[in-house]
């Protein structure tokens, strides 16, 4: 059972701060982060790559879960790298001061605008999708007399996501170069030919999906992508010393779910790795892992306050909130489990059955359908929880709702991190 953060007023807290007064100061719909969450789970996977793999390796934040700039602040203070996946999260990790060189750009289409930007910003490593890719941006590089640092990304050939997950060979996907068609080879051999001079390959990417609880699909795929290096050891003589395994590591976000220490994951990832290399004589790679939901999800709380309250005698009782699927478009696209409660009555029994609905002209437009909660009243605060991954960073103006402000909170004190949304704001690009 999920233990709430309770005061003695009774109301819900994040990080020692009350959050009815919180929305009453800041208004609604906010969302809250937890600094210390961020930072903890930061240091968890930091202190789980030097326990179980000699710190030879570092951790990236896949910055697309949750962009802005004070969040690429905390993690550079904390010593990690960034995941960035457009020239505009390259761009706000930069007004961050983040340092390009801990940066990582991804991508499965990377425009050749994004590509220079990135170039001229000394981006510390491109992870390169397609070969056409490679081509541009082995050319843009020439024009800047640079040689950028590039991993391939490859498919694995693992889905991680069916009940059992499995090795599938190819899987049906967009991004990267598939292994078991031999496109993976033939663009290595074609990274060391010399054909590409503003290209430097260094190692190899893989990422086998998201909010996966099993360890047995990252082992698997580590193992792979070993074999994969190990092989183009073998033909060409040349050791890609990097491998990037990827994030997708999975969260609590109700009972149902239980995911594993991060530990854990790494401890047994790190001995596939090791073995495999003592086995082969092959050295052991620096690697790189990108955990975004995982650093910043937990850390989050969106609160909405209750507007209507809607019993439909036989049905079901609508709770509408003022926000919904512009903030929080996770149920509206992927059926997404939350847990949820009246912040204001945090120690109450949950004892209603309820439908959580937004504001949005869109029947779909749900957070939770049939959840219990304690009873709702008009003018209550609702708090969603572990909403601190790709809820802001998904959020839209549909019906021209303005976004939300956040807030980040330490040792129960509060501060702005990103302002809500102005009239001025959704009509500043208006001609
Ligand atoms: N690295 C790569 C290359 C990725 O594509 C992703 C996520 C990550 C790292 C971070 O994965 P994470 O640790 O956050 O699971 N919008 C979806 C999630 C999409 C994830 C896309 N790629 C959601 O709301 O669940």
């Given amino acids: 059972m999920q233990e709430y953060e309770i005061n003695q007023k009774g109301n819900f807290c994040v990080g020692g701060a009350d959050v009815t007064e919180l929305a009453q100061r800041y208004g609604t719909p906010l969302y809250v982060y937890d600094e210390n969450v961020v930072r903890g789970s930061i240091r968890a996977f930091k202190k789980s790559m030097e326990d179980n793999y000699d710190g030879n390796g570092m951790v990236l934040y896949a910055s697309k879960a949750f ?9 550079q203070s904390e010593g990690i790298g960034a995941d960035v996946v457009s020239a505009g999260e390259l761009y706000t990790a930069l007004s961050a001061g983040f340092s390009p060189e801990n940066i990582f750009f991804h991508g499965n289409n990377k425009t050749q605008e994004e590509i220079e930007f990135a170039v001229k910003n000394n981006v510390g490593c491109f992870v390169v999708d397609n070969i056409f890719e490679l081509k541009s941006l082995s050319r843009i590089a020439e024009q800047y007399n640079k040689r950028v640092r590039i991993m391939f990304r490859i498919k694995p050939g693992i889905d991680a996501h069916t009940h059992d997950f499995v090795r599938t060979g190819q899987i049906d996907s967009k991004f990267g170069f598939a292994l078991e068609t031999g496109e993976a080879k033939q663009a290595v051999l074609q990274a060391l030919s010399g054909e590409y001079p503003g290209i430097e390959l260094i190692g190899l990417h893989c990422h086998i999906g998201s909010q996966i609880f099993d360890v047995d699909p990252f082992c698997l795929a580590a193992e792979v992508m070993l ?22 590591f999975g969260i609590r976000y ?15 990832v790190s001995k596939v790795i090791k073995n495999k290399c003592l086995e082969c004589g092959f050295p052991t790679p620096k690697i790189y892992i990108e955990p975004g939901r995982s650093i910043i999800a ?12 809607k019993n439909i005698p036989n049905v079901r009782t609508y709770v509408s909130i003022d926000g919904g699927m512009v903030d929080n478009p996770r149920y509206i696209l992927y059926g997404s489990k939350y847990d949820l409660l009246i912040a204001n009555k945090a120690s109450q029994q949950k004892s209603d059955i ?11 437009d749900l957070i939770q359908e049939n959840v219990k909660l304690q ?3 008009v ?40 302002k809500r949304e102005s009239f001025e704001d959704l009509v500043r690009n208006d001609v």
């Fill in 67 to 75: 962009s802005c700039k004070e969040i690429y602040r905390i993690a």
């Fill in 227 to 248: 074999d994969f290096m190990i092989e183009m050891k073998k033909e060409t003589g040349v050791t890609l010393g990097e491998l990037n395994l990827g994030g997708g």
């Fill in 254 to 268: 109700t009972d149902d779910d239980s995911p594993r220490p991060y530990g854990e994951y790494m401890g047994s």
């Fill in 298 to 309: 937990q850390a989050g709380t969106t609160l909405y306050k209750v507007g209507a309250v």
């Fill in 354 to 364: 309820v439908t959580v609905a937004g504001k949005c002209c869109e029947s779909g």
């Fill in 375 to 377: 009873p709702v009243e």
């Fill in 379 to 418: 003018g209550d605060i609702l708090a969603v929880l572990a909403t601190g991954a790709y809820n802001y960073s998904m959020a839209s103006n549909y019906n021209r709702i303005c976004r939300p402000a956040a807030v980040m909170v330490k040792d129960g004190q509060a501060r702005v991190i990103i």
